[in-house]
């Protein structure tokens, strides 16, 4: 029986210039992997700051394998409830650092609308979007969906101590801090996805993570789970120096104890 304590295949990367150009890549990998079996990829982006430079390199497409962004269809793991043109907006970083730079039709782009004054109808307008570009009775499954993981172990919009609503697909949450308002894809809803790619950079983030990987499910990140056990966490040394046994070589790739 594996006594596997969490999900996943973790890769070190030396820095974050390494772990950057690693995720970009590995990026277009996925999407054009699912690009030669289907018309369409369905790609789920999350906000923060470590993605943004993915995201530049992404449109520079600089020594990057060409990729037909246009058969991409773009949705979010999670939403600040701001105005699209707000600084905090995860949807503004997106479209100002990648989706603005690329040719894709407005109807591939699925922003959840942070702007709306009560963040329980948008939650459920999301997932009505959802379901109606990714069409079934099952649960929908996303074909690449990027996470980040804040220094609290949190991932999307899910902090700890959340309420989770176990039933729901999208739902509307709150920053423990500040109480400003989310709105968060839930892990029923992330764990289906066919590839799943956690971002993690600097030591801020080494606690959590080696936490997470214990299996900590007080710490949200860690209720990641892909039912498809697809899971790569892709972080550099410093994210990486407090999990255990791990040699800490730069981009090596090994299972997670
Ligand atoms: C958000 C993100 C959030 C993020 C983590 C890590 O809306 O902020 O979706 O889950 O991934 O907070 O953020 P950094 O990359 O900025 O450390």
Known sequence: MNSRKHFGKIEVYHDKN???????????????QRLREKERATLVLTG?????????????????????????????GDERCV???????????????????????????????????DAET??????????????GTGIPSFDLVLLGMGEDGHVA???????????????????PATGAKRISMTPRLLNESRNLIFIVAGSSKAKALAEVLEGNRDLPAAMICPVRDNLIWMTDQSAASLISGFAGSAGIPGDVA
């Open 18 to 32: 390494a772990l950057t150009r690693a995720a970009a890549e590995r990026i277009i990998e996925l999407l054009n």
């Open 48 to 76: 923060g700051k470590t993605p943004e430079p993915v995201y530049r390199l992404l449109a520079l497409s600089l020594n990057l394998e060409p990729i037909d962004w246009s058969r991409v269809h773009f949705f979010w």
């Open 122 to 135: 948008a939650a459920s307008l999301y997932e009505t979007e959802i379901r109606s570009v990714l069409p």
């Open 157 to 175: 919009s899910l902090f700890p101590g959340t309420h989770l609503e176990e039933e729901r697909l999208v739902m509307a949450s709150q920053v």
């Open 83 to 117: 105005h699209p043109e707000s600084r905090d907006s995860n949807f503004g970083m997106a479209w100002h650092s990648l989706i603005s730079k690329l040719h894709v039709p407005s109807g591939h782009i699925h922003r959840m609308i942070g702007e709306m004054p």
